[in-house]
């Protein structure tokens, strides 16, 4: 039985290039930007007026001239004036260009107009003060957002600052997500005695929707010749099948084998962890399986990984934030940010497993504390709901966790 | 000028009721709840099996019993057997309902089966082991998740359970971002020298995207009589109307003037906090308004809040995220969560103003991190995709802030 570290290992070596799309900017946030942001102007793209008043020469007033005739105004958005006398003045607004022979702007509040004439009722002024100087943030040409970026609301911005109405972002997998189990019934269904509805799908839907990724959904009834028919076909097509179920030990679990059958590589099976253990992923390479002729058509086979999770609610759940996750973001070369937390009370976990402890989360004076949700087992769904992630208590030979120690946290709510 | 926290309070007693909707429940992530979920049997719904292997009755295992004939198989998703001699077993697979006259299951890895006959092969067995007991988790009737809780997968995964294929969430408010400045040009335009492209609307439309509010824009030209003429008509339609710029000084910041004119009530106008400072709050209210005879058709008219944001691009953003978003959270009656970081390095401001810091944030030992960005002031938009959030450090005579100390924080990554 391999480690979680190992199984991440094996996971990140088997990423996947989903390509390159343009798409309206406005529908980019949250996806991975693939192409540098250049400034196409200089940043601002003029000597930009920063507040609203009257623009001067600095070295009358240095000279100490108080009062400038009012000669003109300087919309936001109008053509560039031109100060013709020196010594005059020429109102101007926020976001406008500081008209020619101008270099000063003083702020309404500390000039007083009367009839025309502008006079500067404070003492000190400093030299181009209020001005946003053309240039100053960032210079033409050069790179404002860099590729591999994920967008959020501030890079829209910026995006549409630039003038770039399309832009490359990373193709989104095409993912299937597939239900087994002959005891579960549709949402909408009124379950028999021994069955129960179908959530695991929907939850995967959901915790991949995060991600911005749209995904489909199948359920095959525990048969192993319709599971072998079906899943030739899905590999055909998708760049990633996630199951949830039939990989443990049951007589009806033919997950495993239909995929030895249909030469998907398996590479691993079970991870010494807990909740998620009887985890099972593999590779179908689209030119490996062309030269064994598994496919009928395999001339647009792709490449596809197979996430098959365990078919407990909790485990389920852990594996894809803790295995799917980092397997697309690194396929997007997207850097993984790894939060961590502070655990608020001992701990006691006897097996030599990593251990995925339900927590609910806080920030206490800057730290983050995790404190244990005690629920029963992998099969306790509404536990999930009484959390806010999950901390990661590494494999070893302890079996008590201090309070105050530091685990890594994943983490599924937006705080 | 009033206080970041009076300005608060003032527009959390704003507060609106958008109503309640029904939807699909797998579109309801990141939305809010408006019933309770309850359990619609017990949780689990039987005793379910938990581990695939056999099952048997713990009494005679007790009583030196170690082989056991197999009666039988219990799929999961079939109908309970009833096992007809007390010393003989079942196999069992997880998921399925415990057979009846059993209450004990043994993993296939504890047992070696040989022509029909399971032998248990470990020396010590548990009383009712590996059986998820029905009712275990959650009772029949019982509340699963509260009302005015945002969904998240972990929802999806129970409220499928339960088969709530429609659920009530609070109704989004009906939001238009409107600008005006006459310097605005549009993302796909060449703007000419002294022009700019619009982006502050954009910028707005993903900050509240992110709520999972979809909103409208529009454009108005810095025109007095254009401006009131359509101000009169969105205030009709809109829950919200969140304007960016025409709110300072300028000769053509026209917007507080239109808005009193139109009977909206000024509920204050600038705030003492840097960036963000001419903001302009106020609100409209249906009857009050019909009452003026202000409005052609009020009888569908609306009770209104008016955002009105300076026009500079840090000023907007910070003033959406410090503002509408608590409005918004309690209009719809969430909880808001506080995040709070620790400054990485000495930080000075002199103004005795609430200072909004952009900051990039990083987890260190369970500490969450805050990093000064140094920006050019509220005009630099480039300068919030450098950051992460803001730090809120509050208004006060000091003008050293040490290095350790501990601030509110914003933040609009998503980590």
Redesign the interface.
């Known amino acids: 039985m391999i480690t979680t570290q190992e199984a991440k290992h094996i996971i990140l070596q088997n990423t996947q290039n989903f390509g390159i799309e343009d798409i309206p900017?406005?529908q980019s946030?949250?996806r991975v930007l693939k192409e540098d942001i250049v400034a196409d102007?200089d940043?601002?793209?003029?000597n930009?007026v920063?507040m609203?008043?009257i623009a001067i020469n600095y070295s009358l007033f240095k000279n100490g001239q108080r009062k400038f005739k009012i000669e003109g105004?300087q919309?936001?958005?109008?053509?560039?004036l031109s100060m013709q006398q020196k010594d005059n003045c020429i109102?101007v607004?926020?976001?406008?260009?500081l008209p020619n022979n101008c270099d000063t702007v003083i702020?309404?509040?500390d000039v007083d107009i009367i009839d025309g004439i502008a006079t500067i009722n404070v003492e000190t002024i400093n030299d181009c003060q209020n001005i946003?100087q053309k240039g100053?943030?960032?210079k033409q040409g050069v790179v404002?957002?860099t590729k591999n970026?994920?967008i959020?609301?501030?890079?829209?911005?910026?995006i549409?600052?630039?003038?770039?109405?399309t832009i490359k972002v990373a193709k989104q997998p095409k993912v299937l997500i597939i239900s087994t189990?002959?005891?579960?019934v549709d949402?909408?269904?009124?379950?028999?005695?021994?069955?129960?509805?179908?959530?695991?799908v929907?939850?995967?839907?959901?915790?991949l929707?995060?991600l911005n990724i749209s995904s489909e959904t199948r359920h095959i009834p525990?048969n192993k010749e319709v599971l072998k028919e079906k899943i030739d076909s899905y590999l055909q097509e998708y760049d990633a099948l996630l199951f949830s179920?039939a990989v443990?030990?049951?007589?009806?679990?033919f997950l495993p084998e239909v995929l030895t059958e249909l030469k998907v590589e398996k590479l691993f099976h079970k991870v010494a962890q807990r909740p998620g253990k009887p985890f099972w992923f593999g590779f179908a390479d689209a030119l490996d399986m062309s030269e064994k002729n598994v496919y009928q058509n395999s001339k647009n086979k792709k490449n596809t990984v197979v996430f098959a999770f365990p078919?407990?609610?909790v485990s389920t759940?852990v594996n894809c934030m803790v295995y799917f996750y980092p397997w697309y973001k690194k396929s997007v070369e997207v850097q993984e940010?790894?939060?961590?937390?502070?655990l608020s009370e001992d701990v006691n976990f006897k097996p030599n497993l990593t251990y995925f402890l339900q927590v609910k989360l806080s920030?206490r004076?800057?730290?983050?504390?995790a404190t244990p949700i005690k629920?029963?087992?992998s099969?306790?769904?509404?536990?999930?709901?009484e959390?806010d992630g999950f901390i990661e208590i590494p494999k070893t030979e302890e079996i008590e966790f201090t309070k105050g120690s530091?685990f890594p946290v994943i983490t599924?709510?937006?705080?």
Chains 1, 2 share one sequence.
């Open positions: 900017f406005m946030a949250g102007r940043f601002p793209p003029f930009r920063a609203d008043g105004i919309p936001a958005g109008s053509k560039q109102e607004m926020t976001g406008a260009v702020r309404y509040e946003h100053k943030d960032k404002l957002i970026t994920i959020s609301p501030a890079e829209i911005g910026v549409a600052t630039v003038g770039k109405a189990g002959d005891e579960l949402v909408h269904e009124t379950p028999l005695d021994y069955q129960i509805r179908r959530s695991n929907y939850t995967l839907v959901s915790l929707d995060k525990d179920g443990s030990k049951g007589k009806f679990d078919g407990n609610p759940f940010n790894i939060q961590n937390a502070i920030y004076f800057g730290h983050l504390i629920g029963n087992g099969g306790d769904l509404v536990s999930l709901t959390a530091v599924y709510r937006d705080f």
